[in-house]
């Protein structure tokens, strides 16, 4: 896997838009990797997830970009990225995460953060058939309910959250432009800080990979660990 930081123009009429719109971020990111077969599964199929962070030292809107296939950052449009960086900074930054997966074990504390949209499945219906069919999603805006998600989420993949901080975040829109009329987008996330410890190393590394969570597409559901100070 590898890992990008890409610290942003906030004064390019790109990042300006991209930034507003949860869509057009989603398509100029994607437009670093290859074409796949079946575009509608190729953010899954290249193992692409971001997060949107500021960056403290620059004072410039970044993203974190974590893919299974290295990207091609000259895709981008010209001057999208911020040239008012320090003089131990990269822009692009870009590092492989092999040696992370490799030093992971079962049983270690780790700091962690993760920008998630907690949801809920309603409307859940059954069929004559006996089958259940998936209903709507339904965003979870209570604290007790937004931090029983993530306890949730850590029993099915590997991992027990030890302490945690959350802070919701301003909706998020965009427009999704498919084959029809343009349909707007609402994305409610939260952002979660704290410390896990991992109990299922297999599980654990298939989180790191594939994401937390729905709206992987629009900046959700990338889990970022490092070492307790």
């Not at 997830?49 to 403290?56: G, P, V």
């Not at 999603?137 to 030890?162: N, P, Y």
Request: contains cysteine; charged residues 25%.
């Amino acid at each position: 896997m590898y890992l990008s930081r890409l610290l942003l123009n906030p004064r390019h009429r790109d990042v300006q838009r991209d930034l507003s719109d949860l869509q057009a971020m989603h398509r100029t990111l994607m437009a670093a990797f290859p074409l796949v077969q079946d575009a509608a599964s190729a953010r899954a199929e290249l193992g692409v997830l971001y997060r949107l962070e500021t960056d403290l030292n620059a004072g410039s809107p970044a993203i974190l970009v974590q893919s299974g296939t290295a990207p091609q950052w000259s895709a981008l449009p010209s001057g999208y990225l911020s040239q008012y960086i320090g003089a131990d900074q990269q822009n692009p930054a870009f590092k492989e995460l092999e040696p992370l997966l490799a030093a992971l074990k079962s049983g270690m504390s780790l700091r962690f953060r993760l920008r998630a949209n907690p949801t809920k499945k309603v409307a859940t219906k059954t069929g004559e058939d006996g089958r259940k069919r998936n209903g709507t999603r339904a965003d979870l805006r209570d604290e007790e309910a937004q931090r029983a998600w993530l306890h949730r989420k850590g029993e099915h993949h590997g991992f027990v959250v030890l302490g945690v901080r959350l802070a919701d975040e301003p909706l998020q829109t965009g427009r999704h432009r498919g084959q029809g009329e343009a349909r707007r987008l609402t994305v409610a996330s939260v952002l979660y800080n704290g410390i896990l410890r991992v109990t299922d190393l297999a599980l654990f590394q298939e989180a790191l990979e594939s994401g937390i969570g729905p709206a992987k597409a629009y900046g959700c559901g990338l889990l970022s660990v490092g070492p307790i100070a």
